[in-house]
């Protein structure tokens, strides 16, 4: 059964480094997702990306965070300048047409910012 | 705004038991709801989706727009069904809104 993967499961990183989270997304899917979950609290939607484009943000989504589809098989979240405030697991996502058949979630990684 | 409830952080009951994880939620217009299951240091799984009126793993749930609610049932409890509960609404075209979770134990 083909599955989102994430790269790398764990990443620790020094507040004010950039980081980059990796995500091969479901092949034939069309849109992508991005989602946090911070320690203890609900799953957040950050980002949808279609068409090679950013669909939707949410207020979390700011100008530190960028997302790129480089190859046509990688997805990419991009921290800029990591704030303590970042730790959390990123979950990456992808659905076939609009995400009515289900969103479908990788493994996560875990973000420490020290 | 668009909400999910799940009013029950924790459930716990014995192997062979009913088990029911509650969902409500706020919407305008026709709601597309989901469960999802997360075990163990695992990736969160679709379990169900109210379209499909499926039952997978002998858990269903029926939408009942009366009262706003997707309630998670199953009728006899299995130790491996221990894992944390999501449940879900897409909001507009793509997004999903999330319940706070339930964590489900299953005592031997």
């Known amino acids: ?114 | 705004a668009q909400r999910v409830t799940q009013p029950e952080k924790l459930l716990s009951v014995f192997k062979g038991a009913p088990v029911e994880l509650k969902c409500n939620y706020s919407y305008s217009g026709s709601p597309e709801l989901f469960w999802y299951v997360q075990y163990s240091r695992q990736r969160l799984q679709l379990l169900l989706r109210h379209i499909s009126r499926e039952s997978i793993k002998g858990f269903t749930a029926d939408l009942n727009k009366g009262e706003t609610s997707f309630h998670l049932k199953k009728p006899f409890a299995q130790e491996e069904d221990s894992a944390m509960y999501y449940c879900a609404l897409i909001q507009g075209a793509q997004k999903l809104v999330f319940g706070q979770g339930t964590r489900l134990t299953i005592n031997p």
């Open chain 1, 1 to 114: 059964e083909p599955e989102v993967t994430q790269t790398p499961s764990h990443q620790v990183t020094q507040m004010g480094q950039e980081v980059i989270l990796r995500c091969v997304p479901i092949s034939n899917h069309l849109y992508f997702y991005w989602y946090r979950q911070i320690l203890g609290q609900k799953v957040e939607f950050l980002v949808s990306f279609y068409n090679n484009e950013i669909s939707e943000k949410s207020e979390i989504f700011d100008d530190q965070f960028s997302v790129e589809r480089p190859d046509g098989s990688n997805f990419t979240l991009k921290i800029r300048s990591t704030k303590l405030e970042d730790s959390a697991m990123y979950f990456c996502a992808s659905s076939g047409w609009r995400g009515r058949a289900g969103v479908f979630f990788g493994s996560g990684t875990q973000l420490s910012v020290l």
